[in-house]
């Protein structure tokens, strides 16, 4: 398994061996708020103070002032003026970028992390696979991807990165073929029986991947019910507990669960039920459902799996992935050097 790199500060003794193997997103993004593996990856990165003084000012035009619960922030909405002023990504791709470069997952974003998203996201900012800046890019790719917000990729999303690579380069492999390899290698799976009922009586039965989260299961259950095109929300409900739109199915049912008795409520019989808008976002109106029939279909790449893949090749072509259309920020001529490599097992 591929361990983060090691934060080694310029000019700094060795330090002592404290390799990590991280298993969740969570874990990484706390290992990257470390001050000591911010400090490499700017270096890594060519960022000097300079650079930041110029993003510290760009983020000040655009953010809201400190209040007692938080410091200055960007909102959503700041961020897209940010990109209207400047243009970096496309109208479509802002809130992945923003949902991406929120390191905290707390819906706005400090100075720190609009620093470390922009700087992962730089044009200039290299791509050393096994070492800070392949690590912390890594990690916005896989969040920049994961538009569930579950924590995995699961087969739409893995799908959509693909397609994303296939559209940078001269490759004619199909998408999907190219999907399902990287799904059979890096993939888990986990499925469950879900007895789908509705207010009056039964309404069908379904496997599930325990990843998937309520907005997926949202629009499964309504391709089952052929009722996508008459409605934008609905409510779901596990032993009385609602199953929100950004829950994910595992954390709401049994770990040895074989099937699941699930209740689903039209937006319009929902009355004070909390409703689940379905992301029509996360659609491919090219494919029936994902494109993947099999098993494939509740496979799940985990971020520990997926950095893996980056760094030692098996996934290839990241690098163009998470990228700002042009440079926003100004450099100082230090040159960026290679940090550590990633220690693997």
Not at 141 to 158: K, P, V
Not at 261 to 269: A, D, I, K, P, S
Not at 272 to 292: V, Y
């Amino acid at each position: 398994v591929a361990d983060p790199p090691v934060a080694d500060p310029p000019g700094a003794d060795p330090p002592v061996d404290r390799s990590l193997t991280f298993r969740s997103l969570e874990g990484a993004a706390q290992y990257m708020r470390e001050d000591d593996v911010r400090e490499q990856f700017f270096y890594e990165a060519g960022v000097n103070e300079e650079c930041i003084e110029v993003l510290r000012d760009r983020f000040n035009r655009f953010s809201e002032p400190p209040s007692d619960d938080r410091p200055a922030h960007i909102t959503r909405e700041g961020f897209r003026a940010f990109n209207v002023r400047y243009k970096v990504c496309d109208q479509d791709d802002e809130k992945h970028f923003f949902r991406a470069m929120d390191v905290e997952r707390r819906g706005w974003l400090s100075f720190d992390s609009f620093l470390l998203g922009c700087v992962a996201a730089s044009t200039s900012t290299p791509h050393i696979l096994s070492s800070y800046t392949g690590f912390i890019r890594a990690w916005h790719i896989f969040r920049f991807y994961n538009r569930s917000g579950s924590g995995t990729l699961d087969n739409e999303e893995i799908t959509l990165l693909m397609r994303e690579i296939a559209s940078r380069d001269a490759i004619e492999r199909s998408v999907n073929e190219r999907t399902s390899a990287i799904v059979q290698e890096l993939g888990n799976f986990s499925a469950v029986m879900l007895r789908v009922r509705g207010i009056a009586g039964p309404v069908c039965d379904l496997r599930a991947s325990k990843r998937w989260t309520g907005s997926r299961i949202g629009r499964e259950i309504c391709y089952h019910m052929s009722y996508c095109s008459q409605t934008s929300s609905v409510a779901l409900v596990i032993d009385n507990a609602p199953f929100g739109c950004d829950d994910v199915l595992e954390d709401m049912i049994p770990a040895d669960a074989k099937e699941v008795g699930l209740t689903f409520v039209r937006n319009e019989q929902a009355f004070e039920m909390p409703s689940c808008e379905l992301r029509r976002d996360e659609e491919d109106d090219d494919d029936k459902q994902d494109g993947a029939q099999g098993p494939e279909r509740f496979a799940h790449i985990t971020f520990q799996r997926f950095y893996q893949a980056v760094a030692t090749e098996g996934l290839r072509r990241t690098s163009r992935l998470f990228r700002w259309r042009k440079a926003i920020m100004s450099r100082g001529r230090r040159q960026a050097v290679q940090g550590p490599n990633v220690a693997m097992a």
